[in-house]
């Protein structure tokens, strides 16, 4: 059975927990010491390219930086992996859970014990290239309205080879189905506003991030350098999840919809809009097509127009399948 779209009962359980502050965060100072970055990678299982992922942090060229890895109650050779990398480097430390609580509580575990003034989490399977840190330190350094940054990233297969390129689009494209910031920093303040990752909105717990970081009022800004290196394979939550994933983008923008409302009309089309292709690619038409008749209320003249043709484009035909890509 369809449900019915009912935008006066958005998706609002209660707010993620505010953060547990680390003592004295490090901070860059006015003499330019370089800030301590925190970076996050939570891991299930990711044996086969967690040493790829902890190499590619190994090699880089700002050596201000700690990684706290989260074992989420692994059962291959990853406990074992990181070990021998916490003896190797000492800015490398591991949290482990004795049960499986999948990927945003990891999060949240791993930001509990950051002690960086700029922070950011990566995944096992990914790999950051050798100034990513660096890069991404300068512009926020550079830039002190700028809170939160992201850039471009390639895109390879299982073995590593690049098989395509995702360049950082504007902020302002979040609203419209631009979920995907892989390479980023953001100060701690943005943290200590927003507070922790939703444990509820699996597979989606980084794009309702990014949604508060922009809703909340916090300055964004998209770097055009390729400083990253996104892995997509059969394992990874992107592909072994698809259909859900778009469930939970789809309860992401609903729960953030009051901030999305309150910032335009314009806006609140353009969310809509992207709410319709979502029902769409998961073959729900009469969703998809409440969805979209809100997006043609507020978004009238040239992006109506523009709405309708890109919903009449992904509306399937009766009797036809329907196969999602990728948003």
């Known amino acids: 059975m369809t449900q019915q779209c009912d935008e006066s009962q958005p998706d609002q359980p209660d707010q993620p927990d505010q953060p547990d502050q680390p003592d004295q965060p490090d901070q860059p100072d006015q003499q330019g010491r370089p800030a301590l970055i925190s970076v996050v990678l939570p891991t299930f299982n990711g044996a086969r390219y967690l040493a790829e992922s902890l190499d590619s942090l190994l090699a880089q060229s700002y050596p201000h930086w700690e990684l706290i890895v989260v074992d989420d109650a692994s059962t291959d050779e990853t406990p074992a992996i990181i070990e021998r990398y916490s003896a190797r480097d000492a800015r490398i430390r591991s949290v482990r859970h004795e049960q499986n609580r999948r990927l945003p509580a990891a999060l949240n575990s791993g930001f509990a014990a950051a002690r960086g003034g ?15 840190l660096a890069t991404l330190a300068a512009a926020l350094d550079a830039h002190p309205e700028i809170d939160f940054v992201y850039s471009s990233f390639d895109i390879m297969d299982d ?17 419209s189905g631009e979920t995907s910031n892989a390479c980023f920093l953001y100060r701690r303040a943005v943290y200590t506003h927003l507070g922790n990752y939703a444990e509820d909105l699996f597979l989606a717990e980084d794009y309702d991030y990014w949604l508060r970081v922009f809703l909340g009022g916090h300055h964004m800004m998209a770097l055009a350098e390729t400083l990253y290196d996104y892995r997509r394979h059969q394992r990874s939550l992107t592909d072994a999840y698809r259909g859900q994933t778009f469930a939970a983008a789809e309860r992401a923008v ?19 809009l992207f709410l319709a292709s979502l029902a769409s690619w998961r073959g729900e038409r009469r969703r998809s097509l409440a969805y979209a008749l809100r997006a043609l209320r507020y978004t009238p003249g040239k992006l109506g127009r523009q709405s309708t043709a890109f919903f009449l484009r992904r509306i399937p035909v009766v009797g036809r399948s329907i196969r999602p890509d990728a948003p």
Do not use: C, F, K
């Not at 700029?118 to 399977?125: A, F, G």
């Open 159 to 175: 073995s590593g080879q690049v098989i395509a390129h995702h360049p950082a689009h504007p902020p302002e494209a979040l609203l």
């Open 254 to 272: 609903l729960r953030n919809m009051p901030a999305i409302a309150a910032s335009g009309a314009r806006v609140r089309g353009e969310a809509y």
């Open 118 to 132: 700029y922070l950011s989490w990566t995944s096992d399977d990914n790999r950051y290239r050798p100034h990513a």
